[in-house]
């Protein structure tokens, strides 16, 4: 007899039940590490005048003993990962191939803790990134995180409500649709239990949240401007992989206190990095060919990686409306929830499309040009169009 792989409880992946993958209640380093705090608050003047490189020189190296709780950790990923991008790409043109071990030796050892690639991922940029405009903002996480005008970033290259946006629309999205990560774990174990269930209201909320979600995104378009966003922000957050022509042909050398050093090459920050719509790809049945977001999971927290490859053993809820062809409104509302999450990968295509293909082409001024790769190495709208033409259902006859 076959074993029935067991339901994973996504608290002890790090998963909040009400927040999903956005920690509920983002916090403050203890005051030993205010050097680093200080600095990643005077980043964006420190940036523009071209000195936050000859600060981090000046840095004293502290330990990571004092990280005593995860929300710390989170908080330290934040802040070392934005000062390490920013150490690196402080001069567009004369990128630093070197991360002293001021910085580099803690971020090294954060994201050892975290089971995550060495870089700023999407994780630190946008899910990790948030807190409340008002002191006490954080007694509502949910309420919070549904209200741009409530959010700030905890780290910002720019200091600007555009990267406010870019950083945490992505955030409000991903809590947003927090919803369906129980309820369809919820129906999945109800399924196996043998249990009556309403899997057409599940389908309704699923298709209702898609709509929300995508009820999010004038958020982005109304507070973040395309041309600034490509010229000002994107470029801090270019990694160290296939970087030869922006001027680090090998990577970039994070240094140790000990004299060691280790050799880094990472793709930059993407949304591809989330473990979100993987996990509602599977649960809905969605198959993709390219193999990108794969490999992107190396940049994601461990314990969300180890989230998906736990529920990947279990059915989708594709498979249980399939077994039900009979069902006439089952099927109609798997429909409806498949084209909501395909209409929301529309409105991603647009996105990417205005604040990245056509910024690409005005700054081209006519002259030929190649595609503009994604901050993850991929050319996005095709990639991207794919990922939306594989999310469909055929209702069965």
């Known amino acids: 007899m076959l ?53 981090v020189d000046d840095l004293a190296s502290l330990q990571i003993d004092q990280l005593n709780l995860q929300e710390h950790w989170q908080r330290a990923y934040v802040i070392l990962g934005f000062l390490t991008q920013a150490y690196v790409w402080q001069e567009k043109e004369n990128p630093s191939a070197i991360v002293p071990a001021s910085i580099g030796e803690p971020f090294l050892k954060v994201c050892e803790h975290f089971g995550t690639a060495p870089v700023l991922s999407y994780a630190g940029g946008s899910l990790w990134n948030w807190t409340s405009v008002a002191p006490g903002g954080h007694a509502n996480p949910l309420e919070t995180l549904g209200n741009f005008q409530a959010l700030k970033s905890v780290a910002s290259f720019t200091g600007t409500r555009d990267e406010d946006a870019f950083n945490l629309v992505p955030t409000m999205i991903e ?35 898609f709509s929300e979600m995508a009820g999010l995104l004038p958020n982005l378009h109304d507070n973040c401007d395309p041309m600034f966003f490509f010229s000002e922000i994107r470029r801090m957050l270019a990694g160290s992989a296939g970087a030869e022509l922006k001027g680090l042909p090998d990577g970039v050398t994070f240094q140790r206190s000990n004299g060691h050093h280790e050799v880094v090459r990472c793709v930059g920050a993407s949304a591809g990095q989330s473990a979100f719509f993987p996990f509602l790809d599977h649960l809905l049945g969605v198959r993709h060919e390219s193999k990108f977001l794969l490999e992107m999971r190396a940049y994601m927290p461990k ?95």
């Open 175 to 209: 809590a947003r649709g927090a919803r369906l990560v129980q309820l369809l774990l919820n129906a999945i174990r109800d399924s196996q239990n043998g249990e009556q269930q309403d899997l057409v209201s599940v389908l309704d909320i699923c298709a209702r949240t």
């Open 303 to 397: 314990k969300h990686r180890e989230f998906l490859e736990a529920v990947e053993l279990l059915p989708s809820l594709r498979d249980l409306v399939h077994d039900q062809p009979q069902d006439a409104a089952l099927q109609t509302a798997f429909q409806l929830a498949i084209d909501a999450f395909k209409h929301w990968r529309t409105k991603h295509v647009v996105v990417v499309s205005r604040y990245v293909s056509q910024p690409s082409k005005a700054q081209a001024n006519g002259k030929p040009m190649v595609e503009a790769k994604g901050t993850a190495g991929s050319l996005p709208i095709p990639f991207l169009k794919q990922y939306r033409d594989e999310t469909t259902f055929t209702p069965t006859p």
């Open 3 to 55: 074993t029935r792989p067991p339901l994973p409880n996504p608290e002890e992946y790090d998963i909040d039940i009400e927040t999903g993958f956005v920690p509920p209640n983002p916090t403050e380093l203890p005051a030993y590490y205010a050097p680093w705090c200080n600095l990643v608050s005077d980043l964006p003047s420190l940036l523009q005048s071209k000195t936050l490189r000859a600060k």
